[in-house]
């Protein structure tokens, strides 16, 4: 069913990448003159957004709905890993870079939920599972 927490925090983690691009840290990663930051980033987070909201309607099969989660927090690592990259390449590091930080933080809470939503569907599974052995 659809009502499941996971969907809940896979919402939560798409939302978070959407919020992404309107932080200071995703225009600072415009700035990039090489491009090679924005293309890394704007593709891991497109792809990680793309599958957690794909992954949301796989409620019947959660065997494929785990494995889609797991790549798509794959993407996010990646997208987030790209973001402590452009982060240090800022320069110092102190109060003057918080917008940046919050953005990176987005990044980290994502992946956060999108382990939280493969645990609730792990926990669903063995429900399943338990049940069956009862019949």
Partial sequence: ????????????????????????????VLEDPSGWFRSAILTAIGLAAI???????????????MRWVKNAMIFQLLASGTGVGVFFTLGRIGSHLMGEAVGLGLLFLAV????????????????VKSIDRIR
């Fill in 112 to 127: 956060l939920f999108q382990l939280m939503a493969n645990a609730s569907i792990k926990k669903d599974e063995r429900l």
């Fill in 51 to 65: 599958i957690s909201a794909v992954s949301i309607f796989m409620y019947k099969n959660r065997i494929r709905q």
């Fill in 1 to 28: 069913m659809i009502q499941r927490i996971q969907t809940l925090f896979l919402t939560l983690a798409l939302l978070l990448n959407i919020a992404f691009f309107f932080t200071p840290l995703f225009e600072r």
